[in-house]
């Protein structure tokens, strides 16, 4: 991480400390968890999904990047949640200027009905299917999971076993991630105004006959 950067972080994680009370005093990064580097200087976006790096060099994205000339990256090992940390997963994100562009419309309002069995079913007709990704790996999960809990703890097997576990997670919340941002993609697109109801979805989940 260049020193510039460094010194900012530290400046901004003492202004917290001093200023919010529920901070505390700043700490030293401790390696896997949350990992991350800041790099600035020589990056060009080459080619779609190949970024060139500082100290790096080239790598290739599952994703088509923007063209559009870059200052500054951030690579991180987590996307949120910790379990997606330990799928050795790393992700690059940057900031750029978007100029957004409004869509033609096929409809004013539209109203969705959230469901179980089926993700969404909207007021004039359309229907989304839950894809039910953790269903569908439920019988891999349950394997993964035994082979974790049989392997020695601090052993290299058990790291690998839970490399995999972690990787088939990351599977499924990237399945359910795929479905809404579907969802919510045609809906914005296409609709001025959303109308959502607002469900209890815990309480239905208990209920052994919901109302769908």
Same mark, same amino acid.
Request: some cysteine.
């Given at each position: 991480?260049? @020193?510039?950067?460094?010194?900012?972080? $530290?400046?901004?994680?003492?202004?917290?400390?001093?200023?919010?009370?529920?901070?505390?005093?700043?700490?030293?990064?401790?390696?896997?968890?949350?990992?991350?580097?800041? $790099?600035?200087?020589?990056?060009?976006?080459?080619?779609?999904?190949?970024? @060139?790096?500082?100290?790096?060099?080239?790598?290739?994205?599952?994703?088509?990047?923007?063209?559009?000339?870059?200052?500054?990256?951030?690579?991180?090992?987590?996307?949120?949640?910790?379990?997606?940390?330990?799928?050795?997963?790393?992700?690059?994100?940057?900031?750029?200027?978007?100029?957004?562009?409004?869509?033609?419309?096929?409809?004013?309002?539209?109203?969705?009905?959230?469901?179980?069995?089926?993700?969404?079913?909207?007021?004039?007709?359309?229907?989304?299917?839950?894809?039910?990704?953790?269903?569908?790996?439920?019988?891999?999960?349950?394997?993964?999971?035994?082979?974790?809990?049989?392997?020695?703890?601090?052993?290299?097997?058990?790291?690998?076993?839970?490399?995999?576990?972690?990787? $088939?997670?990351?599977?499924?919340?990237?399945?359910?991630?795929?479905?809404?941002?579907?969802?919510?993609?045609?809906?914005?697109?296409?609709?001025?105004?959303?109308?959502?109801?607002? $469900?209890?979805?815990?309480?239905?989940?208990?209920?052994?006959?919901?109302?769908?």
């Amino acid at each position: 991480m260049p @020193q510039g950067q460094a010194l900012r972080d $530290l400046d901004r994680a003492f202004k917290n400390f001093l200023t919010i009370p529920s901070r505390g005093f700043p700490t030293f990064k401790k390696k896997g968890r949350k990992d991350s580097f800041y $790099l600035e200087g020589s990056i060009k976006i080459i080619q779609g999904n190949y970024i @060139q790096l500082p100290r790096i060099g080239i790598v290739k994205t599952y994703e088509i990047l923007p063209s559009y000339r870059v200052k500054n990256v951030t690579i991180a090992s987590f996307r949120g949640a910790s379990l997606t940390k330990k799928a050795d997963s790393w992700y690059i994100s940057f900031k750029y200027n978007f100029e957004p562009y409004p869509t033609e419309k096929i409809g004013e309002t539209i109203g969705v009905d959230i469901g179980i069995n089926t993700l969404a079913t909207c007021s004039e007709g359309s229907k989304f299917t839950n894809v039910k990704a953790y269903k569908q790996a439920k019988k891999q999960l349950v394997r993964h999971q035994r082979a974790v809990s049989k392997k020695v703890i601090g052993s290299q097997n058990r790291r690998k076993a839970v490399k995999k576990l972690a990787k $088939l997670h990351k599977k499924v919340a990237d399945i359910r991630a795929d479905a809404l941002h579907k969802l919510t993609t045609w809906l914005a697109k296409n609709h001025s105004t959303i109308v959502i109801e607002d $469900l209890n979805v815990s309480g239905m989940l208990k209920n052994h006959n919901p109302p769908l």
